[in-house]
């Protein structure tokens, strides 16, 4: 009896660690792979579910225009000549202004005054004006702030001059669009070449005051020769200004990379020399000029002022 038990139970053990190892054996099985399945979704690229032995997916075509890479790098050259074209401007007509002085009427103020602007035009020339100088300061900012400015300060504060500058410079285009628009249309006819302008250059406009060049008072019309000079830099200038800014405002007015980079290109060249002849504008109205800032104030000049800088067109004006 006790024999038949033993074997009974060598007979149950074996069976149940049979099982045990059939039920191992199971599991260490490798499962199958599910096959791959490709579903194509509307407007995205297809979705994979699977591991695909060779994917092909569209390789995007990256080769830009070596050149333009070239002409925009390295940052710093750039950020120098914006800033250079503009302090360095301040610098020179400063020190100009040290030697030589300012333009005087000889004269004095007569008291009498003469309409040489209407109202729209202050409006306008101080609209475009305006948003000129704060498309300059904040392009500065964005161009060379973080070699002069970012080193000098905390990581929030510049996060916070850069992200100012670049809103303003973005809000402030609008306003200079309109402003150059109508002055260059409104403007154009009176700006066209004269006979008298080579000779308005070659006694420099008379705003010397030492040698040969001392007292002259060359001829002029409406609008001298050095004025329009000023006029058709900001007219071209500008509109490459206004059609480049476009293309980075709105990226999807160009097809390639090429032209964004061209874009950059034109924008960064015309900012240079547009700063440069503004700064040259501001100084002649306001420091070089005697009496000339008051035209764009109240639209109207004195009369000895209109007699020395534009003799031609207060001959005109005297007539009609």
Known sequence: MKRFIALLQMVLVAAFAGQAVAAEKAQLQPQQWQPIQEITIAGDIPELRGMPVSPELPVVNTAVNEGYLQTLSPATYWADILTYSFFGMIALLTLFVMINGKSKLHGGFSGNKVDRWSGMDIFVHWLGGIACLFLIITGLIMGAGRFLLEPNMGVSHWVGVINTSVSLHDMMAWPFII????????????????????????????????????????????????????????????????GSGLVMMFPSLVETKDGANLSLVLHLVSAAIIGAFAVVHIFMATVMSEGGMECMVTGKCDENWAKQHHNLWFKQVSKS
């Open 179 to 242: 402003g150059w628009a109508v002055m260059v249309l409104k403007w154009l006819p009176k700006q066209l070449p004269e006979s008298c302008d080579a000779a308005w250059f070659a006694k420099a406009g008379g705003y010397l005051n030492f040698g040969p060049f001392k007292g002259q008072h060359p001829d002029a019309g409406f609008a001298n020769a050095g004025e329009k000079l000023w006029f058709w830099t900001f007219a071209i200038c500008g509109a490459l200004i206004v």
